[in-house]
Structure formats: C-alpha cells, structure tokens
C-alpha cells in the first residue's frame, strides 16, 4: 500500500483511517507484533493514537493517517473491521468496495492499482455501470448542507458570530453577521468527500471564497476575499431540527 501511495499520490487523495485494533495482544485475533510492541485493547483515544504512530513508524508508512474515535463510527460506517479498502471517485460513486481482510485486502490492491492505472493512462476516472450510484459509507451529502448554521468568524483580532441559512435544494442561502445589517448571498456550494467549498457575496459586491472540511453537523475552515488577501477563519455548528 505504501508502495501505491508513493506512485499514485500525485492523482489520488489517500487516507488510511486506524480504527479498533484487530490483533490486539488481549484481544480475540492476537499476532506477534502486538506482543512485541505491547498493543492491547485501546481504553482510550489518546491509547488509540499512540499506538497507530507506533505502527506507522514499524511499517515505515507516510500515508496520510486519522484515526477512529472510541465510538468507532468510521469501523461502523464502512463495515471495516479488520481491514478494507475502498476507492471513492469524485462524484461520490464508488470504483472499488473489497471484501474485508485479510483475504479481501490483496485482491483490493490489485483492483485499486489497475484502476489508478488506468485513470493516469486516460486522464479520466474508468466508467462505471450505468446504474451505479452514490454511496453513502458514512460521507456527508450535499443534502446534510441544507438548514440553519451558527457561525463563529475571526476577523483579525475580533471574534465574531453569524448565522448561514442553506436552501432545501443546498446550492443557496444566505450569511449574516452580528454586525451587518444585510445578509450575504452564497452561492457556488460545492461538497467533494468532505472538502466544502462556498462563495459569498456581500451586499457591497466584495467576493469571498470558503474552502473547508465538513464533519458531523460542524465544518471548519477559512474565508478568503478575492483580490484583497484578506483571510477570515471559520467554523459552523448546524442548529438541531
């Protein structure tokens, strides 16, 4: 996998994801290097976090690493548990979903290595089944966009806080500021995995452009206006209902 990262890292967004440790020394499916390295049963996050740096300095690995909270939503979301590799194209469809590990891992590989193959060799994504559809695995739709965010802004050295309306169709809405007494129109909302991005325009015709990540009902990231170099930080929390 490290070997694929390093040749396809220029066309790909690579994440290996730790989630619940499979070979646990106390665990059902103990190995020996969990004995060796001393890995058990994570009790808590920062336990999680440090053993995945310890196996990511074993195996010598520089892919792009988060790791699963204690509640294991990831592991849940995409069936995961020992291991499983996905390909997910840019227009949310899935190219490749393996068998789980161990015995589904390797024939996942081979799958995912021909087809970025092929993507560099053509310049696009291979097609796909005219009925395949969108998976969910846990990703944030457009759709999850649509309602009413609280927003926090800070604008050089003042904190202030906002609120964005997101139409039903999520390609539309509105921002407000505490101290503005016109709202922005945003327009341009775009969602690829998890990377958002926004532009709005104020009443004043000044144009920001919002690019960020969105979670579970929150997104972070920066504001930046067009030809000003202004920067303005951001983050959002969706209100419940």
């Known amino acids: 996998m490290e070997k694929m990262y390093q040749d396809y890292k220029d066309i790909a967004e690579f994440r290996l994801v730790y989630i619940n440790e499979a070979h646990a020394a106390d ?8 004995k060796e390295l001393g890995i058990t049963e994570h009790t808590s996050y920062g336990e999680r976090c440090e053993v995945a740096s310890k196996l990511l300095d074993d195996k010598s690995l520089t892919i792009p690493t988060v790791i699963d909270g204690m509640d294991n939503k990831v592991n849940k979301a995409y069936s995961a548990w020992p291991d499983r590799v996905f390909v997910v194209r840019k227009d949310g ?19 995912t290595s021909a087809w970025l193959k092929a993507y560099r ?17 846990g990703m944030p739709r457009l759709a999850d966009l649509a309602g009413t965010w609280e927003l ?11 609120e964005m309306v997101i139409g039903a ?23 690829e995995g998890r990377a958002l991005r926004m532009t709005v325009t104020t009443p004043e015709n000044q144009v920001f452009t919002f690019e960020g990540t969105l979670g579970d009902g929150e997104f972070e990231g ?20």
């Open 27 to 34: 665990g059902s499916w103990p190995v020996g290097y969990a």
């Open 93 to 111: 469809r899935v190219a490749v979903a393996a068998g789980r590990g161990p015995w589904g891992f390797v024939p996942a590989l081979e799958q």
């Open 121 to 137: 060799e053509k310049g696009v994504e291979p097609a796909l089944p005219a009925d395949a559809v969108a998976a969910d695995y």
């Open 152 to 162: 926090s802004f800070d604008i050089e050295d003042q904190k202030m806080t906002g």
């Open 169 to 191: 169709d999520a390609r539309s809405g509105s921002v407000s500021i505490e101290t503005e007494t016109e709202p922005a129109k945003l327009h341009g909302i775009v969602l």
């Open 222 to 241: 920066v504001w930046t206006g067009h030809g000003e170099g202004m920067t303005i930080a951001c983050s959002g929390t969706k209100k419940a209902g």
